[in-house]
């Protein structure tokens, strides 16, 4: 009885994964094409087969009986979310995978997925418009469209359209500015992958663009610092009333640059062109970050010439790292705009720059020194080879 | 009264020149002296540093020590002492032991790395490189790569 049963179960496991087998060979006598692209997807070594995500019946698999009618492609972006979510939203399928089961939910709080799901919306980007259709990759495969350094192009693809876009009253050249921004130079140009992309900031599944609020928030994901030191800022009141936008008003959103000393020249004037006492803040502030900037740079200038003469600089590194921290902690410090606060990191940079300096010129009096007292020993020399040359003469006349 | 013999010319050559040998000589051997004669001190040896006595520390304290002209940061946890370099990996500000979240605390842009050097949080792109730690009769050497 109990052999009959293991038969059974044997046979009925050799059908069902020879039938998903044949169900594989038949297709591919038609639809070569997808084949090679399904080849390097990541749902092949997750064993999943055509059959998953083309049949109407998933457990129908019989690949000769009616399978014109079973097999089917999805008609429109509502139903190529629900396919995905077929497998995706489950966990017991996902588990094993360590993966979310929650992205179409997100989607459906996205700009993307409200379109679509609430306006029926079918220009909308869903799941195979980033992630592909049969050459799904792994986000963390150089290669996929998801990964970091190919997000710029994936979202540009749309959103870089100007048509597409007019249709939304959206700008169609924000991956054009991103490109242009410091974010984009380090993820792009430079591989820093914890560098942020479009997805960083506005999501991915649930993506939101951010609403003037927000921006202050998403930036101070990861400025932290800064987000810290802008609430004791008396823009920060500004921007709680809506008249400021946070980060965005001094910084841009897409085309951020590296902040410098000059965006002082640039950003403050838009709002306080005329007022005096404003701009005399920014004029102090900017003089304690130019006088620390500069001290720091005559430092190191000083610390490299001097290794460069060979000497031993170990411990005056170790102080223009820490005139760097200063240095560093101010230019967090400006956006609190409290010129009082920023005093105590600048006189510091001033203190630890002067002690360097002492360090190169001990170092390098230290080195004129050593050269100095070798006059003494090539005179010992010249006079030991008088000696010898007067010693000699000496026995060759046969003087007493 | 004594009659002393004036120093005649071959003499006062050959004292000049005895004299400048002896010197001579000195330099050679006076370093010879010193590698043969028996060792005063030891050293911890060029490859590691001291941070100081095992005991100066108490737990959960840290202190910055120069390793080859770089800040090392030496925390002494329950478990023994770890050290990492303690320059952050985000824009190069010399981070800090923070005591109250036992944590590494950059001071600059608020990056947080815990005690296996990894980023907690914070902008910094990398975790901080661990240096390994030698404790030899009670001092608390730190290796230098």
New interface residues.
């Given amino acids: 009885m109990r052999l009959r049963l293991w038969l059974t179960i044997a046979v009925g496991v050799t059908v069902a994964v020879a039938a998903s087998r044949a169900a594989e060979i038949s297709c591919l006598k038609c639809h070569e094409k997808q084949q090679a692209a399904f080849a390097i997807s990541a749902h092949v070594p997750a064993g999943v087969t055509c059959v998953d995500c083309h049949t109407v019946d998933p457990k129908n698999t019989a690949p000769t009986a009616n399978r014109t009618e079973n097999c089917r492609r999805p008609d429109n972006k509502k139903a190529i979310a629900e396919l995905c979510a077929r497998c995706h939203s489950d966990v017991r399928k996902m588990n094993p995978y360590g993966l979310p089961t929650d992205q179409l939910e997100r989607y459906k709080t996205s700009k993307h997925g409200e379109q679509l799901f609430q306006q029926n919306d079918q220009k909308v980007a869903v799941c195979t418009d980033c992630h592909g259709v049969h050459d799904i990759l792994k986000a963390k495969s150089p290669q996929a469209r998801t990964y970091a350094t190919n997000v710029p192009a994936t979202c540009g693809r749309c959103h870089s359209d100007a048509k597409l876009m007019d249709q939304y009253k959206l700008p169609s050249d924000v991956v054009d500015q991103y490109k242009t921004s410091y974010h984009a130079h380090l993820v792009l140009e430079k591989g820093?992958l914890?560098?942020p992309t479009c997805v960083t900031c506005h999501g991915n599944h649930g993506a939101v663009p951010p609403g003037t609020k927000e921006v202050g928030q998403v930036c101070g994901k990861?400025?932290?610092?800064?987000a810290?030191l802008f609430k004791k800022s008396p823009h920060f009141e500004v921007a709680e009333a809506g008249a400021f936008s946070e980060c965005v008003s001094c910084h841009s959103n897409h085309a951020i640059k590296k902040a410098s000393i000059d965006l002082f020249a640039t950003a403050c004037i838009q709002c306080h062109a005329k007022d005096e006492k404003q701009l005399a803040v920014r004029d102090n502030v900017v003089k304690l970050l130019q006088q620390a900037k500069g001290e720091y740079e005559r430092a190191s200038a000083r610390v490299q010439e001097a290794t460069v003469q060979g000497l031993a600089?170990?411990?005056e590194?170790?102080l223009l790292?820490?005139a760097?921290?200063q240095v560093?902690?101010l230019?967090?410090l400006q956006h609190t705009l409290a010129v009082d606060e920023l005093r105590a990191p600048a006189v510091r940079t001033e203190d630890v720059v002067a002690e360097v300096l002492t360090g190169v010129k001990r170092l390098q009096q230290v080195e004129l020194w050593k050269k100095q007292s070798l006059w003494p020993v090539w005179l010992?020399l010249v006079?030991?080879a008088i000696?010898?040359w007067?010693?000699r003469r000496?026995i060759e006349r046969g003087?007493? | 009264m004594s009659t002393q013999q004036p120093v005649s010319r071959r003499t006062f050559l050959d004292y000049l020149l005895g004299a400048g040998l002896t010197a001579w000589a000195l330099a050679f051997v006076s370093p010879v002296i010193s590698y043969v004669w028996p060792a005063q001190k030891r050293g911890p040896g060029s490859q590691s540093v001291s941070a100081g006595k095992q005991d100066d520390f108490a737990e959960w304290q840290s202190k910055i020590v120069a390793v080859n002209g770089h800040p090392v940061i030496v925390v002494r946890t329950p478990q023994g002492f770890r050290a990492f370099s303690a320059i952050c990996t985000h824009l190069g500000c010399i981070v800090g032991w923070d005591a109250g979240r036992k944590q590494i605390a950059c001071p600059c842009h608020a990056g947080f790395f815990d005690l296996s050097g990894k980023v907690v949080s914070g902008p910094p792109p990398k975790p901080l490189p661990e240096h390994g730690v030698a404790i030899v009769n009670g001092e608390v050497l730190v290796k230098s790569a």
């Fill in positions: 820093d914890s560098a990861c400025h932290v610092r800064q810290e600089t170990d411990d590194q170790l790292q820490e760097k921290t560093t902690q230019e967090a010992f006079v030991m000696l010898f007067l010693k000496q003087e007493p």
